[in-house]
């Protein structure tokens, strides 16, 4: 069983930067981000493959969010410009245990404790 710990979360103004981390105690493979608002159903928010050459982002962080890995640490990132109120949930990394394209949160296996993003006006 991978354990994942996720950190860098934190209270940021609007228009702000903040730099998710999540480590994972061994191998993963696809990797992805995913937040739950109060009162709302968790969404997807990235995802990228074992290579990185499959990336996705959902419409609503789209060419302010960049998702990256470094395999070598079994580290992944989340890099959030441009913060928004609505941006505020928690944010729960996620990983596969096979190399899947996991598009869905049935399709992660692994899952970390999650860290609180407050994006205030």
């Known amino acids: 069983q991978v354990q994942l710990v996720e950190s860098g979360g934190g209270l940021v103004q609007a228009g702000g930067s903040l730099r998710l981390s999540c480590a994972a105690s061994?191998?993963?493979?696809?990797v992805g981000w995913f937040r739950q608002a109060a009162g709302k159903d968790r969404e997807l928010v990235a995802r990228?493959?074992?290579?990185?050459?499959?990336?996705y982002y959902a419409d609503s962080v789209k060419g302010r969010f960049t998702i990256s890995r470094d395999n070598a640490k079994n580290m992944m990132y989340l890099q959030m410009n441009s913060l928004k109120p609505e941006d505020t949930a928690v944010y729960y990394c996620?990983?596969?245990?096979?190399?899947?394209?996991?598009?869905?949160?049935?399709?992660?296996?692994?899952w970390g404790q999650g860290t609180q993003v407050t994006v205030s006006s």
């Open positions: 996620a990983a596969t245990r096979i190399p899947v394209i996991a598009t869905t949160a049935q399709g992660f296996d692994y």
């Open positions: 990228m493959s074992w290579s990185g050459g499959h990336t």
């Open positions: 061994g191998r993963t493979f696809s």
